[in-house]
């Protein structure tokens, strides 16, 4: 039996923005991503495990490899900043990779840039 592969879809913020419809933290109003994410502990974790549980299709993870970042569909733990949940949901077999960022550094480890990459 052969494993079906599901291709990546790669879209911009702005496209994951209108497309799904990211919901403000309603927890904390200074929410980093433009005010859209989730932390990973206290209140703001058991918000997302909460509509985890209810709509699992709508909870995404902001995973940064360092010098990468970049928002995938569903819940993950390993190298997860944080969380985002959207008003509305992606399908069971869709795979959606949203706004990779690359993070420039100097040559003393400084963060002097980031660009779309």
Do not use: Q
Not at 9 to 19: A, G, L, T
Not at 33 to 48: K, N, Q, S, Y
């Amino acid at each position: 039996m052969t494993e079906e592969v599901i291709p990546n879809i790669v879209i911009s913020w702005e496209e994951f923005c209108k497309k799904y419809e990211p919901i403000p933290n309603h927890i904390d109003h200074n929410a980093s991503f433009d005010g859209f994410m989730f932390e990973t502990f206290g209140d703001e974790l058991l918000h997302v495990l909460k509509t985890l549980k209810e709509e699992h299709n709508t909870v995404w993870t902001i995973i940064c490899e360092d010098p990468l970042m970049w928002i995938a569909n569903g819940y993950w733990l390993v190298n997860r900043l944080g969380y985002v949940i959207t008003r509305f949901p992606y399908l069971s077999n869709e795979s959606i990779t949203a706004d990779r960022i690359k993070f420039v550094y100097d040559k003393k480890g400084n963060l002097i840039d980031s660009v779309e990459g």
